[in-house]
């Protein structure tokens, strides 16, 4: 097959939408199928991988760093009709989501959008903090992407609980599939994590890891607040996070508050290829974020053998169950602490984990996922050629962009 991924960020940037991106494409490519990645064009930056084009972009340095991509480019549009794409796979339903859109109605291909996100989780990085106006800005979201997935043949979605979600906001039924990130299993199965204790001084440490970007969607107080009263009851306990964003310094400045800054370790940015290693060096794996769809830091956690303490949320449940790779809290620190200090405490337990984890992850293989989506994009294709897009059934009204209009009049009056 012949497949373009449309995507609002590629390499340089660490995420979990670009990795889940960047190993969809080596393991189809490795399967002989030809995959097109356009994306947003990095100064100074040089693709190591081939066939990937570069839209156009101005840097935005808030909420955080990054290069917004302007969807104009003539030579992608006299690119692309000789590429004799098979499906176009848009991973954002907006800027290079509709330009993805508006090239499959064009040349009469069909279109598959995988949710990556909880978008309306995210609304808090715009500077509009009335209640009012956040509830409004997530319905004008919602509005959207339903304007957007009724344009698709079929939607990925790469949890179950993502998919019961989706099932209750917006009716969503059919021409949807559940196809997770998979994992590269002998990159985690084979890393040590020796070299790593030994420079970062965890020999003697029981060692709680967690990774994600260092933003208020990610629930990192609850975290450290489950984490303060471990630290103060076990000298050899420690925490490091890995992962970078707009709450670092933040971050930083709450764990002095507690008294726990010596034995929390932010670890920043660490390239793709060595969390392997980060991950087997450590314990346990601890998580708090609710605004997951996957989960696809806990999968590689799982992928390492190590036991799990987290909340309870969409995209977590899915990878870990409760009692065999590790324990799932509500979402609330004293709880989420008890069950940390219960790992801690029984080495046995954690054991028992981490070997149940090893058994669990054969069900993250890359390749077993890659082949579940040739299945969807063969299904698209049936489905465009006979005319069927995506419908959904919405139980309430949804926002219009003129009711937003008169909302944001009313704000600045």
């Known amino acids: 097959m012949h497949i373009a991924f ?7 940037f660490v995420s979990g939408v670009v990795r889940s991106i960047g190993s969809f494409r080596k393991t189809l490519s490795d399967s002989g199928h030809n995959v097109f990645i356009f994306a947003q064009h990095v100064d100074d930056y040089v693709d190591k991988e081939p066939f990937i084009f570069r839209y156009p972009s101005f840097n935005i340095s808030w909420p955080t760093d990054f290069h917004a991509v302007i969807p104009i480019s003539s030579f992608v549009d006299n690119l ?13 339903p907006v800027v290079l989501g509709k330009t993805a859109a508006s090239k499959a109605a064009e040349l009469k291909i069909p279109l598959v959008f995988t949710f990556h996100s909880q978008y309306t989780e995210y609304t808090h990085y715009l500077p509009l903090n009335q209640e009012t106006i956040q509830d409004f800005i997530k319905d004008l979201i919602d509005t959207r992407l339903v304007e957007f997935m009724e344009k698709c043949h079929h939607i990925v979605v790469p949890s179950a609980s993502m998919l019961k979600l989706l099932e209750e906001v917006f009716g969503l039924k059919d021409r949807v599939s559940v196809v997770p990130t998979g994992i590269d299993l002998k990159r985690f199965e084979n890393a ?20 994600g970007r260092l933003g208020p969607e ?3 107080k609850t975290l450290l607040d489950a984490c303060a009263p471990v630290i103060r009851a076990y000298p050899k306990f420690r925490v490091a996070i890995i992962g970078d964003g ?23 940015t660490i390239p793709y290829d060595q969390i392997p290693e980060y991950l087997k060096a450590a314990d346990i794996f601890g998580f708090a974020s609710v605004a997951e769809t996957q989960g696809l830091v806990t999968m590689e956690a799982v992928a390492a053998g190590l036991p799990v303490v987290a909340v309870d949320a969409v995209g977590t449940r899915d990878n870990v169950e409760q009692n065999a790779q590790g324990l799932l809290t509500p979402n609330d620190s004293n709880d989420l602490s008890q069950a940390i200090q219960r790992l801690v405490d029984d080495s046995t337990l954690r054991n028992q984990f981490s070997a149940s984890a090893k058994s669990r992850a054969r069900e993250f293989d890359m390749t077993v996922q890659a082949d579940k989506l ?8 049936n489905d465009q050629q006979h005319g069927r897009t995506v419908r959904l059934t ?7 962009l003129s009711d937003y209009i008169k909302l944001l009049t009313l704000q600045f009056e």
């Open 6 to 12: 449309f995507t609002n960020t590629y390499h340089p």
């Open 218 to 220: 990610k629930n990192w």
């Open 394 to 400: 919405r139980a309430r009204k949804l926002a219009s």
């Open 192 to 211: 040590d994590g020796g070299n790593v204790r030994k420079r970062l001084g965890w020999e003697n440490d029981i060692v709680l890891i967690s990774i």
């Open 374 to 381: 040739i299945t969807v994009y063969e299904q698209a294709i």
């Open 246 to 268: 707009l709450d670092r310094e933040k971050l930083i400045k709450y764990t002095k508050k507690q008294g726990t800054a010596g034995r929390v370790d932010f670890l920043g």
């Open 80 to 92: 692309i009709p000789s590429l004799k794409l098979d499906v176009i796979h848009a991973h954002h």
